[in-house]
């Protein structure tokens, strides 16, 4: 993405930014892209999580990866410290999105599965996290699968606004970015039909994507 000429990615995963983001940004970027910059989403999301609930307690849906890694946790004490936080790992949702079963009935049953698991952890909870970017195409499931009155939370918006704020905050930034509302999609993947496939259901129209070796650039 750097030799694209990107001074500004989103590492637009959940389990990424658990897992990877601080190491990119401490050991990766400092001498030798100093102009540029990586920014993860969880922190953004943690930063106004705290805001949607009225009880205090909230549920977060994710990963394994991410769950385990405790990353949510630890950034919600650190804005809110009195929001009490329970997480509840989802392994099988992320294959039922790539395979396409999401949406059919077969779906229903691991979606209620890991929800009642985590409303058993609290009768309180009424705010529920989708802490994977995947998750969206599952939110009218879950959302039917909750207790009325309930707030499911998406990223989506949160990581713009927060990126909005960033570049009022950092100019220089801001002042290197285009302005072109082109789209360019590139996947690592060398089948790049199947991606496709699977983009255009997460971006909403559909998807042409180039191949990128990333020992040598795009293609």
């Given at each position: 993405?750097?030799?694209q000429?990107?001074?500004?990615?989103?590492?637009?995963?959940?389990?990424?930014?658990?897992?990877?983001?601080?190491?990119?940004?401490?050991?990766?970027?400092?001498?030798?892209?100093?102009?540029?910059?990586?920014?993860?989403?969880?922190?953004?999301?943690?930063?106004?999580?705290?805001?949607?609930?009225?009880?205090?307690?909230?549920?977060v849906?994710?990963?394994?990866?991410?769950?385990?890694?405790?990353?949510?946790?630890?950034?919600?004490?650190?804005?809110?410290?009195d929001?009490?936080?329970?997480?509840?790992?989802?392994p099988?949702?992320?294959?039922?999105?790539?395979?396409?079963?999401?949406?059919?009935?077969?779906?229903?049953?691991?979606?209620?599965?890991?929800?009642?698991?985590?409303?058993?952890?609290?009768?309180?909870?009424?705010t529920?996290?989708?802490?994977?970017?995947?998750?969206?195409?599952?939110?009218?499931?879950?959302?039917?699968?909750?207790?009325?009155?309930?707030?499911?939370?998406?990223?989506?918006?949160?990581?713009?606004?927060?990126?909005?704020?960033?570049?009022?905050?950092?100019?220089?930034?801001?002042?290197?970015?285009?302005?072109?509302?082109?789209?360019?999609?590139?996947?690592?993947?060398?089948?790049?039909?199947?991606?496709?496939?699977?983009a255009?259901?997460?971006?909403?129209?559909?998807?042409?994507?180039?191949?990128?070796?990333?020992?040598?650039?795009?293609?």
């Open positions: 993405m750097f030799r000429g990107c001074p500004l990615v989103i590492l637009a995963c959940n389990t990424a930014s658990a897992k990877a983001l601080r190491t990119i940004q401490q050991k990766d970027m400092p001498g030798r892209y100093d102009a540029k910059r990586v920014l993860g989403v969880i922190r953004p999301t943690a930063e106004v999580i705290g805001n949607y609930t009225r009880t205090n307690e909230i549920g849906l994710g990963t394994t990866g991410t769950v385990q890694s405790g990353s949510y946790l630890l950034e919600i004490e650190h804005f809110f410290p929001l009490k936080v329970y997480q509840q790992a989802c099988l949702w992320v294959p039922l999105i790539e395979s396409g079963e999401y949406a059919r009935p077969g779906a229903d049953y691991y979606v209620k599965q890991y929800l009642d698991e985590l409303m058993a952890q609290s009768a309180n909870i009424d529920v996290l989708l802490a994977c970017t995947h998750y969206p195409l599952l939110q009218d499931k879950i959302r039917s699968f909750l207790p009325a009155g309930v707030n499911v939370v998406a990223q989506g918006d949160i990581v713009a606004a927060s990126l909005v704020d960033y570049l009022a905050r950092h100019p220089e930034i801001e002042q290197s970015i285009t302005r072109t509302g082109n789209y360019h999609f590139y996947t690592t993947m060398d089948d790049t039909p199947n991606f496709d496939h699977h255009s259901a997460f971006f909403g129209t559909e998807v042409k994507s180039g191949f990128v070796d990333v020992r040598e650039g795009c293609e």
